[in-house]
C-alpha cells in the first residue's frame, strides 16, 4: 500500500536547525513535496523537488532526497519561532494522486 | 492576487443534518480539489475537478457527499446526511493545472463539527 511516514513532534531551541524526516513507499513518486500549516490556515507548499534530484536548497530551507532509501528531509535552517507549525511530507504516486503523511509538529524552545 | 476563498469558516451540526460549503479558486485556476483533513492526519482528496468536469472522485463517499463546480468557475461540497466520523476540516484548493507535480494552493478550510 501506499503510505507516508513522519514522526508527530519535533521540539528545537530558536536559533537552533530543525531536521524533518519522512518517508514514503511509492518508488514511481516524482515529486515529493513539504507544505506547513499555521494553526486555522490551510497548507502553504513551501518547497517541492523532483525525484531525479538529490538536493535543493531555497534560503533557509534544504531538501535532501534519499531515493534508494524513499527518504525524504527537510531542514530548516536558524529556526524562528514563526517557523512553528506543522510540516507535512506529501508524495505523487503511480495514479498522480497526492498523498499527505499525518504532519510533524514543530514546537519552538526560546 | 487573492487567494482561494472558502466560506463558512465554522459549522456546527447535528447528525443526519445536511450541511454545504463554498469555495471560490484563485482565478484562471482551471483545476480545483476538495480534501478532507481529520484531526491529527493529512488531507485526503476527496474530488478534483479540471474546469467543470470531474477528474478524480474515487475517494467520495458518493452515498452521502456530493459536489459541482457549474461553470468551471466556483464550488460546492454537500454533506447529507452528516454522520459523527464526517467532522473534519474541509480544505478547498487550486492550481492552474491538474498535471503533477502543479503547485496546489490551499484556502483555509471550514471546520464542521457535528454533534
Not at chain 1, 68 to 82: C, M, N, P, Y
Not at chain 2, 56 to 84: C, H, M, N, W, Y
Amino acid at each position: 500500500g501506499e503510505d507516508v511516514e513522519q514522526s508527530l513532534f519535533l521540539s528545537v531551541r530558536e536559533g537552533d536547525s530543525s531536521v524533518i524526516n519522512c518517508t514514503y513507499t511509492d518508488s514511481s513518486s516524482t515529486y515529493l513535496y513539504w507544505y506547513k500549516q499555521e494553526p486555522g490556515a490551510g497548507l502553504q507548499l513551501l518547497t517541492y523537488i523532483f525525484s531525479n534530484m538529490d538536493m535543493k536548497q531555497d534560503q533557509r530551507l534544504t531538501v535532501l532526497l534519499n531515493k534508494k532509501d524513499k527518504h525524504l528531509s527537510l531542514r530548516i535552517a536558524d529556526t524562528q519561532t514563526g517557523d512553528s507549525a506543522i510540516y507535512f511530507c506529501a508524495e505523487i504516486n503511480r495514479d498522480d494522486k497526492i498523498i499527505f503523511g499525518k504532519g510533524t509538529r514543530l514546537h519552538i524552545l526560546p | 492576487e487573492a487567494g482561494v476563498a472558502q466560506s463558512p469558516r465554522y459549522k456546527i451540526i447535528e447528525k443526519r443534518q445536511s450541511v454545504a460549503f463554498w469555495c471560490n479558486p484563485i482565478s484562471g485556476h482551471a483545476t480545483l480539489y476538495w480534501y478532507q483533513q481529520i484531526l491529527g492526519q493529512g488531507p485526503k482528496l476527496l474530488i478534483q475537478f479540471q474546469n467543470n468536469g470531474v477528474v478524480d472522485d474515487s475517494q467520495l463517499p458518493k452515498d452521502r457527499f456530493s459536489a459541482e463546480r457549474l461553470k468551471g468557475v466556483d464550488s460546492t461540497l454537500k454533506i447529507q446526511p452528516a454522520k459523527l466520523e464526517d467532522s473534519a476540516v474541509y480544505l478547498c484548493a487550486s492550481s492552474t493545472t491538474g498535471l503533477a507535480g502543479g503547485p496546489q494552493y490551499f484556502g483555509p478550510g471550514t471546520r464542521l463539527t457535528v454533534t
